[in-house]
């Protein structure tokens, strides 16, 4: 259980930290936090939230009250709209040693678990009320058990998957752009079924192919997700936007920055792992 939670963190913890920081730094030079806010009790309560929540999002449910936004600074938006799913993700690891508990493994019980479960969020989301906007937990817990399910179970699903990462994405693509576009949001049998297809894309597209991963010695996917937002964002402040020249600047500098920052920082964090236990196995 520590050993899972030590590797959930020091995955997850060093590099968004460093992300945090970074967009902090971002938003102040902006102009876009309120006067006098930096130096209020209220900056270190929302930054702490920040950090252990992971996203803007979460904070704002923990002090709805709070105000730190100036509308009137060169950002018009929170300059990385994708962190709220980062929180989505720390609740699902917080639930995974109970769905996915090693007595249910023992008992061949895993796959009733993660259906019981998936149900259950399924249901809540179809029934979700549209005020609460994104970052409920219970409200996307099946599509991280639909992801879940297709690793756990890869070898059954190994010839309809590997692959085949090209034709899913076509497959998607094409119902989107002449059947009909849907949201991630919407409680209909339509979107969950593009919603899975998606999760099967992106689970084909690890098997598919040369990774960057294989190109680079080492995974960046994590940095892409946490850098591409405040890149492209900053990028807009200063007008640069529309054209090839646009997507193929900010893609070389996400792809530049991902890979910097796992060299530097991800990977020295991943290689503190168990050094406490073994600091307090020497000291005993």
Known sequence: ?????????????????????????????????????????????????????????????????????????????????????????????????????????????????????????????????PAYGPGEIDDYLWIFLAGAALNIYWDKVKPLLSGTAPLLLAVYVLLNVFHRTYSYQDTNLYAVMMTLLLVATTISCAHTGVQISTILKRDISYGIYLWHMPIIWTMGVFGWVGGWMFGLIALVATLATAYIVRVNIEEPALRLRGTWRRQLTSSA
């Open 1 to 129: 259980m520590f050993d899972y939670l030590e590797r959930r963190a020091l995955r997850i913890y060093p590099g968004l930290w460093l992300n945090i920081l970074v967009l902090i730094a971002m938003i102040g030079i902006a102009g876009n936090f309120l006067p006098g806010f930096l130096f209020s009790w209220d900056f270190f309560v929302w930054t702490a939230q920040v950090l252990i929540t992971g996203s803007n999002t979460a904070a704002g449910q923990l002090s709805p009250t709070l105000a730190y936004w100036n509308h009137a600074g060169a950002y018009t938006y929170f300059p990385s709209g994708v962190l709220w799913t980062l929180s989505v993700e720390l609740a699902f690891y917080a639930l995974v040693p109970l769905i996915f508990a090693r007595a249910l493994a023992r008992r061949r019980l895993l796959g009733i678990s993660m259906s019981v479960a998936a149900i259950v969020s399924l249901y809540r989301f179809w029934n979700r009320d």
